[in-house]
């Protein structure tokens, strides 16, 4: 199913005139849906499915894909709409992008690091599918200090909401002031995954930052920015 839009937006998004132009062309009976001519405002369309004629013109909107990387900062939900009325990614994104995109997959209201989001259901289910287990490094702040023998558990799998993990890649970077910075590096992306698995060895997550997603990296991508993927990147979730 193509995206539904309303009838202006879709004249617009063709490149035949503006949205307000647009409207006024549908009040003046310039257009049509499927056959039959359209005057009042606000009747909505399916991208790839329903006919729109402008003076009797097949006009077609292009439904442009967006493949971006957000700077997530911390306070942040992950969802389109929050029912608490927190602060959205979508309120990042929206004065400069007008399409719809959505995240794929989340991160914690409080953790930070690399968001992506796309307009492109295919593509961001390939992101998420657990069968091309696409690598998320994170770092994270943990109270109290790191064993080895806990860095060792935390590597060979945990078990969390009754599942072992599979296996982690984990370094200690740092042990300062009680605390501990870990870099870990996980294959697959379970509800507040990271928290768990320190949660099962005692440890307090106090903040979190995710690095990369497979070959897409935060690099020095300033908190609350975003950019455009690259051809490669977005490629290279298309071939996995
Ligand atoms: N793991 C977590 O615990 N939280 C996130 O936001 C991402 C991974």
Same mark, same amino acid.
């Given at each position: 199913?193509g995206e539904i ?84 990614? /979508?309120? %990042? $994104?929206?004065?400069? @992008? !007008? ?6 997959? +989340?991160?914690?209201? =409080?953790?930070? #690091? ?64 009680? /605390?501990? %910075? $870990?870099?870990?590096? @996980? !294959? ?6 990271? +928290?768990?698995?320190? =949660?099962?060895? #005692? ?38």
């Amino acid at each position: 199913m193509g995206e539904i839009v309303r009838l202006q937006k879709y004249i617009a998004m063709s490149g035949t005139a503006s949205r307000r132009a647009a409207e006024k062309m549908i009040d003046e009976g310039r257009v049509s849906v499927n056959g039959a001519v359209v005057t009042e405002q606000g009747v909505k369309v399916e991208i790839g499915n329903d006919r729109v004629e402008v003076d009797g013109v097949l006009v077609k909107a292009v439904d442009k894909k967006i493949y971006i990387a957000l700077n997530k900062p911390e306070g942040y939900v992950t969802t389109v709409k929050d029912q608490f009325d927190r602060p959205t990614v /979508m309120d %990042l $994104v929206q004065r400069e @992008i !007008h399409t719809r995109i959505f995240p794929v997959g +989340r991160l914690d209201y =409080e953790t930070e #690091g690399l968001l992506l989001m796309t307009n492109d259901g295919d593509w961001a289910n390939k992101v998420t599918h657990p069968r091309f287990e696409s690598s998320k490094r994170y770092y994270a702040v943990l109270k109290g200090v790191l064993t080895i023998p806990e860095l060792n558990r935390i590597r060979r799998g945990v078990v969390i909401d009754g599942k072992k993990t599979s296996p982690a890649e984990c370094e200690i970077l740092e042990i300062d002031m009680g /605390m501990t %910075l $870990v870099e870990l590096t @996980i !294959h697959e992306g379970r509800n507040r995954q990271v +928290r768990k698995m320190f =949660e099962a060895v #005692g440890h307090e997550v106090k903040k979190l930052r995710r690095e990369n997603v497979g070959i897409v990296e935060l690099g020095n991508l300033p908190q609350g920015r975003f950019r455009y993927l690259t051809a490669s990147e977005i490629e290279y979730f298309n071939r996995k």
